[in-house]
Nanobody, 127 residues
Framework: QVQLAESGGGSVQAGGSLTLSCSVT????????LKWFRQTPGKEREAVAT????????YYTDSVKDRFTISVDYAKKTLYLQMNNLKPEDTAMYYC????????????????????WGQGTQVTVSS
């Protein structure tokens, strides 16, 4: 199991911005499915943003569209999640995940499809 490492979480007021980072060195070669998930207590971990390195395709859950941007810096071998106009409902533990999946599965892949996880980084948005 590959260990990833997130950073960049913190506490902000509603309307603020944060950028999360995740080292994905092992997954910058070939076609990998990279995702940001988030989880709040008592709820399942949900995918909020997806990036498929094979074609540079990005997907977002509806609640974060036009506010979050997922990207990869191949030189730094780092996955990012730029989060703008944050809302209190974005408060959660955020995890990055990576796996070599085919392009059809990647957009709909759930947490059970991933073996590479980070330890999570907390994002707290106050109103």
């Amino acid at each position: 199991q590959v260990q990833l490492a997130e950073s960049g979480g913190g506490s902000v007021q509603a309307g603020g911005s944060l950028t999360l980072s995740c080292s994905v060195t092992e997954y910058t070669y070939g076609s990998a499915c990279l995702k940001w998930f988030r989880q709040t207590p008592g709820k399942e971990r949900e995918a909020v943003a997806t990036f498929y390195t094979g074609g540079g395709l990005a997907y977002y859950t509806d609640s974060v569209k036009d506010r979050f941007t997922i990207s990869v810096d191949y030189a730094k071998k780092t996955l990012y999640l730029q989060m703008n106009n944050l809302k209190p409902e974005d408060t959660a533990m955020y995890y990055c995940a990576a796996e070599f999946l085919n392009p059809k599965l990647c957009p709909v892949a759930t947490m059970s499809d991933f073996h590479g996880w980070g330890q999570g980084t907390q994002v707290t948005v106050s109103s």
